[in-house]
């Protein structure tokens, strides 16, 4: 246990017991445990493997590499159609815990025996992800929109794109891209 992490587990009221329960199983599987990104991180060897988090009606187990994992049981839950490589393992009661643990400890294994032998998620890249119509048409009217599009890191592509593309009317996509034009001449991702 690092003292350091104490105080998610003492915060999260609501889900006090299960992250309790959760925090014994991971730490029986001798990770390392440390506060990542603001929650409860457990790695092997210095590389990531699982994090802990909680939602208003679940708290979960985060597996990092999840899309890597066999699965045999069909518990993993990809949290969106545009997440790639984490899964998690949703909870709702102490008792749905205590079930599984044995399931738990042996997809972390798993999950650990995925690091150890080098594994790694395939990633689409920006060039993989469809361009909105509206956003093709700006390209090409723009010429130094394109240029500075093309010159942005491929995770900000990508996260530009599905910014883009997510919504369903024409009138709303046109809308964010107008808004992001200023940003992305600038050479700034969506969150810069």
């Given at each position: 246990?690092?003292?350091?992490?104490?105080?998610?587990?003492?915060?999260?009221?609501?889900?006090?017991?299960?992250?309790?329960?959760?925090?014994?199983?991971?730490?029986?599987c001798?990770?390392?445990?440390?506060l990542?990104?603001?929650?409860?991180?457990?790695?092997?060897?210095?590389?990531?493997?699982?994090?802990?988090?909680?939602?208003?009606?679940?708290?979960?187990?985060?597996?990092?590499?999840g899309?890597?994992?066999?699965?045999?049981?069909?518990?993993?839950?990809?949290?969106?159609?545009?997440v790639?490589?984490?899964?998690?393992?949703?909870?709702?009661?102490?008792?749905?815990?205590v079930?599984k643990?044995?399931?738990?400890?042996?997809?972390?294994?798993?999950?650990?025996?995925?690091?150890?032998?080098?594994?790694?998620?395939?990633?689409?890249?920006?060039?993989?992800f469809?361009?909105?119509?509206?956003?093709?048409?700006?390209?090409?009217?723009?010429?130094?929109?394109?240029?500075?599009?093309?010159?942005?890191?491929?995770?900000?592509?990508?996260?530009?794109?599905?910014?883009?593309?997510?919504?369903?009317?024409?009138?709303?996509?046109?809308?964010r891209?107008?808004?992001?034009i200023?940003?992305?001449?600038?050479?700034?991702?969506l969150?810069?």
């Open positions: 246990m690092n003292p350091k992490v104490d105080f998610y587990f003492i915060k999260n009221q609501k889900w006090q017991k299960e992250l309790e329960k959760l925090r014994m199983i991971v730490l029986d001798q990770l390392s445990e440390e990542k990104w603001g929650v409860p991180c457990y790695s092997f060897q210095g590389n990531n493997i699982v994090l802990m988090h909680v939602f208003k009606e679940y708290c979960a187990l985060l597996f990092i590499k899309s890597l994992l066999n699965d045999a049981n069909g518990i993993l839950i990809q949290q969106t159609k545009n790639q490589a984490g899964r998690q393992i949703r909870f709702t009661n102490v008792h749905e815990i079930e643990e044995a399931i738990l400890k042996a997809y972390i294994y798993e999950a650990i025996e995925v690091e150890k032998a080098g594994l790694k998620v395939n990633f689409k890249k920006a060039a993989d469809n361009i909105p119509a509206e956003f093709q048409n700006k390209l090409n009217e723009i010429p130094a929109l394109k240029n500075a599009f093309d010159t942005l890191t491929p995770g900000r592509q990508k996260a530009y794109l599905l910014y883009f593309s997510a919504p369903k009317q024409s009138k709303t996509r046109e809308s891209i107008e808004k992001c200023p940003q992305i001449l600038k050479g700034k991702g969150d810069d």
